[in-house]
């Protein structure tokens, strides 16, 4: 049985009980005041009988007139309250009596009549009285007889009611019964649920909620102990995951370590025998150029200029090598100054281009100030070699986000075509020939590669030949003020 179907059967039946015991006890109080009224009326009618017997007596003793008039108005008042009583009646047993009372009481009044139509005392006059006294004492016995078979007939019934009361608490009592239990049920099943549920918030998915029955804390109970065993195998599958995850990021860290030692071991010991390649093509190319044919001399110009490219991309590699964890602890950088010493590394760049570099003020933020002047140089160098027919003008600001500065290094070069944003990030990396642009193709790659080293992200945003727009994010230092950015520019 559901507990929809507990609390209705309860209130239905509180509902019969409470309308049985109510009428029962209002039939019940009914019954008892008709009676009374009753009893009253058969009191009254015994002292009314009394009364006449004794002024009948009184008369025959003292023959008054007085007598004679109270006794006629007794027995009026007694004809009159004997046919209300009839009329009345609470016990039908008693009709009987009431007949013969009336039969009494009429010939009580004829009697009487005889009795007091005879002036002289004589033996018929004594008779009449006698006979008078006799139904006067027979009607005094008929009304106790009355009132002992009404008192007997209204104890009856006054039984009778009282088990009827006390059968209306039947009901009640199984209501109450009912609800008890139920109330009971109820609190077992919430201390079961209440338990389980605590014992679920603290990580125990694998314990089961018991709840007996067949109501809805039964099926609730159930819902959670599969919720449960599903959390619990969601859980494990995600720590299996995890340790899966961990395992191949060690993996991968080892892996990236192995092959940035191998990168920079490689590149280190190729440089000596390069160097000795390119030396001696150098030295080949001066001391007999010109003694061959042409052709010759050319072969000679392009293996030492292909010697001399292979030494900087394996510089370029080198760089990009060392940047790892084996470098500097971040510290508190101060941007500015960063900047400045940028600007003094590429003086003669800038002045031989007429560019016009000008920055906010920056940031101090977290960070190795050999990567960030490194960052901020290589940016600064693609800006000052992409540039447009107009004096390059790059600009360079910081702006608060939650817990990072973001910068922006904007510049008014030649733009990058759309397809070619996803690929400049990349090392060996070229969208121009090196006759026209020359550079490893490593800058953008090694710039890529500091700011993920410190956390954060870079991207561009650009629109060919409307110049282009370089974003990083480098984490703030909290105890530093520096980070309030003023209106204006600052002009170098």
């Known amino acids: ?87 009345d009646m609470a016990v039908p047993e ?50 106790h007889q009355l009132a002992v078979v009404s008192n007997r007939t209204i104890a009856t019934r006054m039984h009778i009611l009282l ?11 199984g209501a109450c019964v009912f609800i008890g239990m139920a109330h009971r049920r109820l609190l077992r099943s919430l201390a079961a649920l209440h338990e389980g549920a605590a014992a679920l918030g603290q990580g125990h998915l694998t314990r089961q909620l018991h709840v007996t029955g067949h109501d809805e804390f039964a099926d609730l109970a159930g819902t959670l102990n599969t919720m ?19 395992q191949y990021a060690q993996e991968l860290t080892r892996s990236n370590a192995d092959l940035e030692q191998f990168a920079y071991v490689a590149s280190h010991d190729l440089q000596e025998p390069l160097r000795a390649v390119v030396g001696f093509l150098q030295l080949l190319q001066q001391n007999y150029q010109g003694r061959f044919e042409a052709r010759a001399d050319e072969f000679i110009r392009h293996a030492v200029e292909g010697g001399m490219r292979m030494q900087m991309l394996i510089d370029g590699l080198l760089t990009y ?9 971040f510290t508190s950088t101060d941007c500015t100054v ?27 933020v977290l960070a190795d100030p050999n990567q960030l002047l490194q960052l901020f140089q290589n940016l600064l160098s693609n800006a000052l070699k992409f540039r447009a027919a107009a004096p390059p003008t790059v600009h360079i600001s910081a702006e608060r986000q939650e817990d990072t500065w973001r910068f922006i290094v904007r ?29 490893t193709g490593i ?14 992200c870079i991207w561009v945003e650009s629109v060919l030949g409307q110049g282009a727009t370089f974003f990083f994010s480098l984490p703030h230092v909290r105890e530093h003020n520096r980070n309030s950015v003023e209106e204006g520019n600052k002009t170098l």
Request: proline letters at 2%; glycine letters at 6%.
């Open 94 to 143: 008693d009709d009987a009596l009431l007949q013969r009372m009336h039969a009494t009481h009429a010939l009580l009044s004829t009697l009487f009549a005889k009795l007091t139509a005879q002036e002289a005392e004589t033996e018929a006059v004594r008779l009449i009285g006698q006979n008078l006294l006799l139904r006067s004492n027979v009607l005094v016995a008929d009304a």
């Open 1 to 87: 049985m559901t507990i929809r179907q507990k609390l209705r059967l309860s209130i239905l039946l509180l509902v019969v009980a409470f309308v049985v015991s109510t009428s029962t006890i209002a039939y019940t109080f009914h019954s008892v005041s008709q009676a009374m009224v009753y009893m009253a009326a058969v009191n009254y009618t015994i002292r009314l009988v009394f009364e006449l017997s004794f002024l009948g007596y009184e008369y025959q003793t003292y023959r008054e007139e007085r007598a004679v008039v109270q006794w006629q108005s007794i027995h009026r008042q007694l004809g009159q309250h004997l046919a209300t009583l009839a009329v």
């Open 228 to 246: 449960a065993e599903q959390l619990h195998m969601d859980i494990m599958q995600r720590q299996h995951a995890q340790a899966q995850l961990q």
């Open 338 to 364: 960063v900047l400045t010493q940028v600007l003094a590394n590429l003086k003669v760049a800038i002045e031989k281009s007429g560019a016009v570099v000008t920055h906010a003020p920056l940031p101090t």
């Open 411 to 439: 510049d008014n070069g030649m733009g990058i075509e759309p397809q070619y944003v996803g690929r400049i990030f990349a090392i060996f990396q070229r969208l121009h020939t090196r006759s026209r642009y020359p550079g």
């Open 321 to 329: 090598a060392r940047v790892g964890p084996q470098d500097a602890a």
């Open 443 to 456: 800058g953008l790659g090694l710039c890529k590669k500091i700011v993920e080293r410190h956390g954060g």
């Open 163 to 173: 088990g009827i009361l006390l059968g209306s608490l039947g009901p009640l009592l």
